[in-house]
């Protein structure tokens, strides 16, 4: 058992309270609750209280000598940062994709010469779990001092039953043992394997057939995700599949009108997706319907900075009533990226977002966008101890210097895991 934690002094603390039963929209995605001189009192993993120090101070007087004291004087305070939307695990980089775009080669034409997807399909195919298994650990390490605590991992780099299985195999033993929280997801459908290429139904078949009932029988998932895009699903192959998942207990999740117009939005709201994914290409109509029926947008602004390509419409979004969280979409091919602090720069600096909404989108809608707000994103009495401190004093100045990794101290389950933004390897990282 882990000795309290008395977080102290803190010039900002951001709290978020009052979030937990359903994301933020329009105005409130504003009111980050800030206590300033704040402190939070931690034990056993769950935080016990919230508030200005003084009041701790003399709550817990009593106490402070078996407490670890964390001065966060001159710093800013916020829950751990919640990255909902990655592809973990995978094997290989695609650097030279990246000249390819720089000289003019389209996301579509790279993936139709055998690159894109397909290309990391194979190298992760070919990987053994251990290799799979250590190279997914180093990025966990570095989304942790990027102050992330929890992640959203997605397999799709098989489209085949055993590569598949593998990657969802190495995202649960990546949740047991490192200190990180791994929510696993099953993306079968993130494309269209080249055997099926002119029989595109027949790998839809197969998916809802043989590859969604073993994954619920496994318990491996928790969601089911599509690329619902011309070229790779349509929307009524994508209904279907996400409907499958349904029946299976898979809760529905959509990559949406990611490249061109393509009705993912209101596929989202029309099947009860948790999230609807992407969006930059996404209708008025798409965008009013997720709203209406609370489907998170979340969007991934480091993936269209990479392709350069035109952001998501964060700001019209938001004003519409769309409850929006932000993502690294971590992936080898389009956004090979773990700082979610620089994609919160991004949502400012190319989506129209305040520094207060980005925060509420790295934190609480996006604990909503994989099921976990009622435990994470928001500092609030009874949820679990997941916190990062960052070397700024206020909220503000996080997204005013942008591309800089301020995060100082990170908490995860009550443990400090990050300080001075070095990991601390005596603890091994491991949740055991």
């Known amino acids: 058992m882990s000795k309290p934690i008395f977080i102290r002094n803190a010039s900002q603390l951001v709290t978020l309270q009052g979030s937990s039963d359903a994301p933020l929209v329009k105005e409130a995605m504003s009111d980050l609750t800030i206590i300033e001189n704040g402190s939070v009192w931690i034990e056993n993993g769950i935080i016990q209280a919230v508030g200005k120090d003084d009041e701790l101070f003399e709550k817990y007087e009593g106490r402070l000598g078996e407490a670890e004291i964390v001065d966060a004087s001159g710093r800013l305070v916020t829950p751990g940062l919640v990255d909902p939307h990655t592809h973990l695990v ?99 459908a993130h494309a269209v394997p080249k055997e099926y290429k002119e029989k595109p139904d027949k790998f839809v078949e197969l998916l809802i057939d043989e590859m969604i009932p073993k994954v619920a029988e496994l318990g491996l998932a928790e969601f089911n995700d599509v690329f619902c895009e011309h070229g790779v699903f349509t929307p009524e192959q994508s209904k279907r599949i996400l409907e499958a998942g349904k029946t299976h207990g898979l809760i529905p999740k959509i990559h949406a009108d990611e490249i061109e117009p393509y009705e993912g939005a209101e596929l989202a709201a029309e099947v009860g997706a948790i999230s609807a994914d992407h969006l930059l290409k ?151």
């Not at 194979?122 to 992330?148: C, D, I, M, P």
């Not at 209406?292 to 952001?311: D, H, I, N, Q, R």
């Open 282 to 432: 996404a209708s008025e109509k798409g965008m009013k319907a997720m709203a209406e029926k609370g489907v998170v947008g979340v969007l991934l602004p480091g993936t269209a900075y990479f392709l350069m390509a035109e952001s998501a419409n964060g700001r019209k979004m938001i004003d519409l009533g769309v409850p929006v969280a932000l993502s690294t979409d971590c992936n080898p091919g389009s956004s090979p990226t773990v700082s979610l602090p620089f994609i919160m720069n991004l949502g400012c600096l190319k989506m129209g977002m305040t520094p207060a909404e980005v925060i509420t989108a790295a934190t609480i809608n996006a604990a909503h966008a994989i099921n976990r707000g009622h435990e994470i994103g928001s500092l609030e009495v009874g949820k679990k101890a997941d916190i990062t401190m960052f070397s700024v004093n206020n909220y503000m100045k996080l997204q005013y210097s942008y591309g800089v990794n301020h995060t100082h101290t990170v908490i995860k389950n009550g443990v400090v895991v990050v300080r001075g933004g070095h990991l601390l390897e005596e603890l091994s990282l491991s949740k055991n």
């Open 90 to 188: 995978f094997a290989g980089s695609r650097e030279n994709e990246f000249n390819m775009r720089l000289q003019g080669a389209t996301y579509m034409e790279i993936m139709n010469s055998g690159g894109g997807i397909h290309a990391t399909t194979r190298r992760t195919k070919a990987a053994s779990h251990e290799e799979l298994f250590q190279e997914s650990f180093e990025r966990l390490n570095q989304f942790l001092r990027h102050g992330v605590t929890t992640v959203e991992s997605k397999s799709g780099y098989g489209m085949e039953w055993e590569t598949e299985l593998k990657q969802l195999e190495v995202a649960k033993l990546l949740n047991e043992k490192h200190v990180i929280d791994v929510v696993p997801t099953f993306m079968g």
